[in-house]
């Protein structure tokens, strides 16, 4: 049996999950997930390749899992310090801001854009469930900007997805050589022109 670097044996379980996390987060961003074998993650980690199923089933479970512990802290985190505006104004500084931290993070943006597609049916739920605070936000403000007489009214969910599926687009925007902020600003003149009560005054998020 290994030897225990912690209080307990639960305690010691929870530290090289959370090791075995940061080294796949750490090979996922360099290398891809195609690339980035169990046997690496490992070796990052300093356990035998058997220790990482342990705790994984495959690599689907680990990229899932290393979202669903990310990227809620993240999301919370920006969501936490949107400004305290009206909701149309509050939406576009959210759509900006997500755009922006998926072009500035280097570890969850590529594991997002380029890896999660890749994933089973099953992780990709998994991961799409991680998403589900910035969705609802989407949704809210989105909805509290109807009921304000800002935005057009359609369909919530709709419209939720489209602008998340627009964020996400966005990062491969940024691939081409296009500048985050510049592709935060386009992206939100264009998606909340199309929402916009008055066409062509879409709010600003800056």
Known sequence: M?????????????????????????????????????????????VGRTTIYQYFKD????????????????????????????????????????????????????????????????????VGRSHASLRAELEGLYAEGVAAGELRELAPPLVGMLLESAMRAARRSQEAGLAAELVADQVVEILLNGVSSRAGSAPSGQ
Not at 14 to 42: K, M, N
């Open 59 to 126: 690599k689907d479970d680990l990229l899932a899992s290393l979202v669903e512990d990310e990227l809620p802290r993240a999301l919370d985190k920006l969501l936490g310090s949107l400004p305290a505006v009206g909701p149309a104004q509050r939406l576009a500084a959210l759509l900006r801001s997500f755009i922006v931290f998926l072009a500035a993070d280097e570890h969850l943006g590529p594991i997002l854009i380029r890896d999660a597609p890749k994933l089973s049916e099953q992780a990709q739920l998994r």
């Open 2 to 46: 290994p030897r225990i670097h912690a209080a307990n044996i639960e305690a010691h379980k929870a530290h090289t999950r959370r090791q075995i996390l940061d080294a796949a987060g750490l090979l996922f961003s360099r290398v891809g997930y195609a690339e980035a074998s169990f046997g690496a993650i490992a070796d990052l980690v300093g």
